[in-house]
């Protein structure tokens, strides 16, 4: 198993790239900052980029010091080689860690 950490920024980015077939078993988004934020989440295929048509999260509700579990209850998301998850939020101070295994 490993873990990636990245900032999150209003503009977004990729937070995780799958390399081969793997499973994300944890991801939490932790808002740090002073303010309350709202943040938007994608699973993208490999080729694609984010849109409404690959959007988990809208408009999220990250309070100030709160951290939001998106993978809980031993659920998994299997993503395909260059599969990816991009993050954006109202705000700089959100910070995304992600867990997953090579299956």
């Known amino acids: 198993m490993s873990i990636t950490t990245a900032s999150v920024t209003?503009?977004?980015?990729?937070?995780?790239?799958?390399?081969?077939?793997?499973a994300v078993t944890?991801?939490?988004l932790?808002?740090?900052g002073p303010a309350?934020?709202?943040a938007n989440l994608y699973v993208v295929p490999?080729?694609?980029?984010?849109s409404?048509?690959?959007q988990v999260y809208y408009a999220l509700l990250l309070q100030s010091g709160d951290t939001y579990q998106i993978n809980s209850?031993?659920?998994k998301l299997v993503l395909s080689n260059?599969?990816?998850?991009?993050?954006?939020?109202?705000?700089?101070?959100?910070t995304a860690v992600t867990s997953y295994i090579a299956v």
């Open 10 to 22: 209003t503009v977004g980015n990729v937070v995780y790239t799958s390399s081969g077939s793997t």
């Open 26 to 28: 944890w991801l939490t």
């Open 30 to 32: 932790n808002n740090w």
């Open 36 to 38: 309350n934020v709202t």
């Open 46 to 50: 490999n080729g694609s980029s984010s």
């Open 52 to 54: 409404t048509s690959n």
């Open 73 to 75: 209850g031993g659920e």
């Open 82 to 94: 260059g599969d990816f998850i991009q993050v954006n939020s109202t705000a700089n101070t959100v």
